[in-house]
Every structure is written in C-alpha cells, then in structure tokens.
C-alpha cells in the first residue's frame, strides 16, 4: 500500500536524526491523506454536525448549516492543494466560501469570538480525523510521529492566517452591516422574533410595516445556489406570491443566502389558504415556499414565522418538489412529532416495525394502511377510495396485523402519525 511504501522511506532515513527526506515523505503522506474526496466529505459532515451541535449560538441557526458545510470543504480542498504543491500553510488566503462565511455571521449578529470558535472546533474535528486515519494506516511508529507532528504544524499554520485574515474581513463587513438599513430591519425583525423588548411605534418606522394588524408569515427558499445568492430573486419570489395572494405588498427580509422571510399584514382577516396555492406557485428556478397560519399583532407576527419555519423544515424533510409551498396546517402533526429526529425515528420503527422499509411490496401495504387509517378503520371506505374489492382490503389488514403484531385499529393514532413521520425521506433513509 502506498501508506507502507512511505512508512518505509520515512523510517529508513530516520535513523540517528530527522532529515529533509523524512519531512519530505511526511509531507507526501499528510497531503495524501487529507486530498481523498470521500474523506473529505465525510470529514465536513462531521465538522458541520460539531458546529451546529457544540456551540451555543449557531445551534439554533440549523439554516446556516450549508454555510457551514461549503465553508469547511473550501479549507480542506484548498489545504490539500497547498500541500500538494509544497505551499507555505501560513501564507494561505482565505476561500471564497469562507469569506461568505464570515459574512453570513455578520448578516445574523453572530459574534466574532463564536466565528473564531467555529473555526477551532472544525479544525479539532479535522485533525482528530487526520490522526485516526494515519492509525490505522500506518504501521511504522517512525513514518506515523513525522506525519502526525507535521500534519499539527501545518493544520495549525494554516487556521491561524486562515483565521487572522477573516477576522479583519469581519470586522470590515461589520462595519458596513451595521451602517446599513437592511441591517436595521434585520435587527428589528429579530428582535420581534427573539420576544425582546421593543418599542412597537419605532419597529413599525423601521419596517414600514404595522404590527398591529394580523400577520400571515411564509418563507421561501432556493435549492439552486446560483439563484439563491441573488437575493432580488427571492424577493421577487416572495412578492409574486403575495401579488398571487390578492395582496399589494409585504416584509421581505433576508435571512441568508438562501433564504428570506417574508409577512403579509392586513387589517381585515386574511382568509385561508386552502387551494389557492400549489405546485408550480413559487416562481424562480428552484425555489420553494412554506406558510404559517395567520395570527394577530406582534405576538402573531412571531408566532405566524415560527409555524412557517417548522413547515419548511418538514419541506425539506421529505423532499418537496421545487416550486411547491407547503402550508403549516397541512403538516402541523408531522411537524410537531419530527422536532426531535432521533426521537421520531425511533417512534416511526416501534410503531410501525417492518412496514417503515421502502421496499414495493411493504409500501403497497404501508399505502393501504394509511388510507385505511384516514377513513377511521373503515374497510368499506378503504376500499372505496383505493378501487379495490373490500374482501382485498380484508386480506391486506391480516398480513398488516401479523407484520404489527397487533390489531391496526388499537393504536390508530399513533399509527397514523408513524405513518406520516416515516414520509419523511429522512427518517426512512435512517431506518433503511
């Protein structure tokens, strides 16, 4: 294996001192290592998990977690390439990825120290993955000190000037941020969405926008990230779909790259959205949407967002077509129930045991027990509305029962949530 070719020309130079050879091999083994493709993208996974699950700010900004990604694989694609081609780690400029990074942090008031911490818990994760790799792969103790001690100087080297120089680029940008009218209605929106304290008059000026009304909130979203950088494209997204709404104008804010926020406020009651939205409504390339329910007042300005976020989530989930919008009450149950993956999960396989696998013959009867659950264990119903004899929905019921090992009608609730929390691509894909 090449692992033991350069174990082997590490260690017979290493004899009675450290020569140039030896780091030279070292070097070669370091950049070997962190170049792997897959590696690397298994590895920024796990750097992106640890950041969004170690520190406290960004764990509720779950949304920021494509930045976080495309940030961390930048650094490792461009580490490898400088080891590679023998660059010198500290003199290292930092990504594209990165720089939007740091902006985005910027964007969502998220402090310098929690961006300094971000990057030290990527590149703790990195190097710990760096060291298990050169474990398992290299056997010769001399050829594995040189690559762990030179892998340690050049990860450190590389973070400090990658860090020192987006530091002065945060500082910069804000700077700007902070001078910047978006950035007031930022400020302000999130103010009215954290519960703070807040002078209603002075939000309302800021915003344009009255709080005093009742609020329809909704989200939107691209999936293309060429698109989604333009935020005129996501706001005319927003508005088109307020126009197609009956309604003149709303509050759009950005909420990141890719996505924004938007609100209709009226002071009549914003009548249900029941059928007047649907696949094909979100205009722009890849771009969905998601809607909370109308609420009044600033409570309801907050409350209308929280429903839409949670819809988006189960959006995203279960894999919505582009173009979709996904309303609030159509998924409330879902939504409430899949706030804990790993909870759901589990919930979703003890309940519904063998009939949560994704193989043809168990969806056939996984869609006829959901049908069946939904017109309330009635086998007549059943039949009736999948087109089938009700001596067929009998026999399908019998093989579901022996699958459950109970009668399907015992828990129909907690079946029928099961069976709408294992929709979810996720939580099928987890179990699978």
Known sequence: MAWERLGAGVSSTAVGGQTQVDWEAARELYARVVSESRWIVSVCQEITDAIHTGLPELSQLQELRIGTYASAES??????DMARLRQDPAQAAPPAATIEYAREFVRR???IDEMISAYHVGHRTFFRRYAARLHAEVSDS???ALGLELGANWTFAYVQAL???LVARYAGERDRWVRSATALRAETVRALLAGEAVDLDLAAKRLRYELDHEHLAYVVWSVEEAASEDFGALERAALE??????FVSA???????HFVAAWI???EQIPELQGRLGIGSVAGDGMLAAFGTPAQGAAGFAKSHRQAMHAQRVAKLSERRRGTVTRFQDVAVTA?????PTLARDFVIEELGALARRDDETGHLSSTLRTYLEEHCSPRRTAHRLGVHENTIKDRLKNINEILGRRADERAVELLVAMRLARLTELYSRHG
């Open 265 to 267: 406020g009226s002071h």
């Open 163 to 165: 860090t020192s120089s």
């Open 336 to 340: 409430l129930a899949s706030v804990d």
């Open 142 to 144: 001399m050829a594995l």
């Open 75 to 80: 650094v490792l694609r461009q580490l490898a």
């Open 109 to 111: 008031g998220v402090t």
């Open 251 to 257: 509050l759009v804010v950005p909420f990141g790259p």
């Open 241 to 246: 779909l307020a126009y197609s709404l009956g």
